[in-house]
C-alpha cells in the first residue's frame, strides 16, 4: 500500500503535499518496473524453454 499526503503526514502544507505525492509516484514507478520486468523474465524463461523442448523433439526425430 502506498499513501501520501494527508494519509501519511496529517494536514500539511501544499509543498509538503507536493513532495509526499512526488515520493508516492516515484515508489509506485519503481514497484511497477519491477513487476513489469519479472513479467518480462518469465515470458522469457517460458518462450526458451518452449524452444529447447521442440529443438530436442526436432533432434530425435531427425536422429532415427
Known amino acids: ?7 501519511k503526514h496529517g494536514g500539511s502544507t501544499v ?3 507536493i513532495a509526499s505525492g ?3 509516484a516515484a515508489k ?3 514497484i511497477l518496473k519491477v513487476k513489469t520486468l ?3 523474465f518469465i515470458t522469457i524463461k517460458s ?5 529447447i ?6 533432434i530425435k526425430k531427425h536422429s532415427l
Do not use: N, P, Q, W
Not at 47 to 51: D, P, R, Y
Open 53 to 58: 523442448v521442440h529443438l530436442t523433439y526436432t
Open 22 to 24: 512526488r515520493e508516492a
Open 38 to 40: 519479472a513479467k518480462l
Open 47 to 51: 518462450s526458451l524453454l518452449h524452444f
Open 28 to 30: 509506485l514507478d519503481k
Open 15 to 17: 509543498v509538503e503535499a
Open 1 to 7: 500500500v502506498i499513501y501520501a499526503g494527508d494519509c
